[in-house]
């Protein structure tokens, strides 16, 4: 095999043609599940109790039981199935809807005609088909059961799969509406090859109950075209054509007027397409559909979309056995953070953003992330800021029946540039205080720690900015702030509120003067100092000249107490009503002096 067929693209394809009803039933087989399990608790506490509950409570569909670490993403908010004929209980509609022979299907409203949007094996076998309208559907099958279309909850299905599917390649994009691309291009070896790779993963997904087709070839385009009639199939880079040749047109996913009109051209096939000379069928159907040919031909592939952005970064360890001690799993976060940080030693870079993912053996998928102010190089501070985020996580890490993956990524990383650390004291300071400031945003987040910057700008509330301190810790010991005057008292408050406070004052000196008397929180200030005013003007340009002119005073009462307050509005020139008469100014305080 030549250096270049080694490095040849390889795209595996899962389409999933009934992920709306199979995740209707898996919800449906999950709540009969729960509500046996609280049967049974009942019975062995108070066998009278079950009198004195009604059974359709039991048997609603998407009520009771908690959802938050249920694999696969089953909403909660699933709607009653709609009975083809007569009434029954909840419970028979549970069953029904898992039943061999009950037919069940999902309806969507298309140009106000509701259609059958997906079918279960028995309602194939009624002869019932995707696209046929609900009241045919109905007459052909009358014990049919019908549910509503979930697209919310069927996207969330699919991403919840497509979680799980990160396990073999970090390169997972969607193909909407129920279909997965998988880049395994030089990672099928790791899991016994192609063939075992592709059985492996739809497996799985049968298990799960979901219904799925895959394919795997050299082009998305080809993969997802095989994926439409044939299941299992795996095509040579540079055999598509001769793969994708007898397969209808229909399964290029085109529109339909563009499927129509080659069907009436007598091409019936891809391969029939493929004959004609591509300008003829560009010239007909459009240059957009020849490129959709061409990429599913294998000549050329458009690009897939990941779902995340690929990590600088990544190392892995998969277990034989799942594992589920607290101290099993850190004994290999702090391996696995001695492989990463020996990763990126070999380039000089440290890591500035880095995700722990824990896959559990059902499915589901759990993923920590933690930042850092600066490149991280030791693998114990990787070690602390994970056991941080771990003790202070509101949903403790659940692993269920086990983790059989374990993977740490650097998705960010940065070179790391040497400093002098032997004289310059400074430099330790700066990290020591860094490494605090991680320690702290991984427990409480990284929001909520933060530094101040000055702006420029006269206004008081917008001569700061508050950002995080991670990322601008170095912004802010350079920032050059208005220096105090010695030897003279702060001219403003060293926090200000977050909105000033609106204070009552009985009465002022006029025009300019400040009050001789204020009300605050229900409390009496009579004031004794004064200094001021200063008088700020508003950003007349930002705010469409409605805002007034404030004058700000600062004031001691006879209690020692200092406030810094303002009157907002100037007397005569800017309180007035529409009538032109003087309206009363109203103050506040805004900060308070130590």
Known sequence: ????????????????????????????????????DARDHVSQNDTRAVVGLSPPLWGR?????SHEHRPWGSPPSLALPRKGGGNRSADASLTNGLGSNAPSVVVAKDHNAILLQAIDDAAVRAGLSIGLPLANARAICPELTVYDADPAADLKTLNDIADWCDRFTPLVALDPPYGLFLDITGCAHLFGGERTLLQIVTNALSRRGFAVSAAIAGTSIAARTLTRYTSGQIVASGAEAEAVGPLPVSAL??????????????????????????????????????????????????PISPRKPLPDYIVEKRFPEPVVTDTVIALTLQSLA?????????????ARQLEASFFRTDGAVRAIMVETGRPVTR?????????????????????????????????????????????????HDNDEVSALIDRIAAR??????????????????????????????????????????????????????????????PFASVPDGPPHQFTWRRAQHDVVRVEGPERIAMEWWKQDGMSLTRDYFRVEDAEGQRFWIFRDGLYESELRDDKGKPLPATWYVHGLFA
């Open 1 to 36: 095999m030549s250096a270049n067929s080694v490095n040849r693209r390889r795209i595996l394809s899962l389409w999933l043609p009934r992920l709306p009803i199979d995740r209707i039933k898996r919800k449906l087989a999950q709540d009969i599940a729960s509500q046996a």
């Open 61 to 65: 569909v998407g009520e009771g039981g």
């Open 253 to 302: 996913g085109a529109d339909g007027a563009v499927t129509t009109g080659l069907r009436r051209a007598g091409l019936k096939t891809i391969g029939d397409v493929a004959s004609r000379a591509p300008h003829e069928i560009s010239a007909r159907f459009g240059a957009a559909f020849t490129t959709l040919l061409g990429h599913a031909l294998g000549q050329g592939d458009a």
């Open 338 to 350: 001695k492989m990463l940080v020996t990763a990126m030693d070999k380039q000089g870079k440290g």
């Open 379 to 427: 693998p114990e501070m990787i070690d602390r800021l994970f056991c941080e985020r771990l003790d202070a996580l509101n949903d403790p890490l659940d692993p269920g029946f086990g983790f059989d993956l374990i993977r740490l990524a650097a998705g960010r990383t940065e070179i790391v540039v040497q400093q002098q650390r032997d004289l310059d004291t400074t430099v």
């Open 444 to 505: 409480i987040g990284g929001k909520r720690v933060v530094v101040h910057l000055p702006l420029e700008s006269h206004i008081p509330e917008r001569s700061a900015l508050a950002l995080p301190a991670q990322h601008h810790l170095a912004a802010a010991s350079a920032a050059a702030w208005p220096e105090r005057a010695v030897g003279e008292p702060p001219l403003r408050p060293l926090r200000l509120f977050e909105r000033p406070e609106p204070i009552k004052v």
